[in-house]
């Protein structure tokens, strides 16, 4: 089966920076990649996603990457807020969702 | 709101009980997924239905069951309880049944206590 690797487990950035995490995955039928915000006791929420005929999508100050050779992608967060600080999860569906372990990602003030 | 449905919210129960989650996926989602997510932990899969029959399962104990049900809710059966069954249960919906799926969708979850 599908095994997607997430670094890093934590991220601490200043307000105003940008933030990237990646995810690696080990399937090559992986055809679909969301990326999942989670706040502290709250649902995982998707912020955005790309397909495997994509190699970049942005949606105002986030964007996503995929690079199907290295079967790696990335979620990019510009010009960061604290209320961008929550766990991170990115995933790959090849014919099941698979998970990274998340990112707690915390934007500091 | 995600427009998948989960109950209870919060349930305290004692070691060795048996509870029931109960899930209503999205309007028009056939598939329907359960998470398992211990505090500070990843979403640990459990098992998922696709209009009424198992498609997969993941990490789930023997002493978990779960069925989805001709209305397409579905209910996750955690029996002979123990205190590291203490989680978040998370159910999600999909239109399809992964391969022509689409996006996944969470509910808000139901955390269960276990004391």
């Known amino acids: 089966g599908e095994n997607v690797e997430q670094h890093p487990s934590t991220l601490s950035v200043q307000e105003g920076d940008s933030a990237v995490i990646k995810c690696t995955y080990s399937d090559s039928a992986s055809n679909y990649f969301p990326w999942y915000k989670q706040e502290l006791g709250k649902r995982p929420q998707l912020i955005i996603d790309i397909r495997s005929n994509v190699g970049e999508k942005k949606d105002q100050r986030i964007a996503v990457t995929l690079n199907k050779t290295a079967k790696h992608f990335s979620l990019h967060i510009t010009e960061t807020q604290p209320e961008d600080s929550a766990v991170y999860f990115c995933?790959?569906?090849?014919?099941?969702?698979?998970f990274g372990t998340g990112t707690s990602l915390t934007v500091i003030p | 709101d995600s427009g998948v449905t989960q109950t209870p919210k919060h349930l305290i129960t004692a070691t060795g009980q048996r509870v029931t989650l109960r899930c209503s996926p999205r309007s028009g989602d056939l598939s329907v997924y359960w998470y398992q997510q211990s505090l500070d932990q990843g979403l640990q899969f459990l098992i998922q239905y696709y209009n009424g029959e198992e498609r997969a399962k993941g990490n789930i104990l023997e002493r978990f069951s779960a069925q989805q049900f001709p209305d397409l809710h579905s209910e996750l059966n955690l029996s002979s309880l123990e205190l590291g069954d203490s989680a978040l249960y998370f159910c999600?919906?999909?239109?399809?049944?992964?391969?022509?799926?689409?996006?996944?969708?969470f509910g808000e979850g139901s955390w269960l206590t276990v004391v």
């Open positions: 999600a919906s999909s239109v399809g049944q992964g391969i022509t799926g689409n996006t996944i969708y």
């Open positions: 995933a790959a569906r090849d014919n099941q969702f698979y």
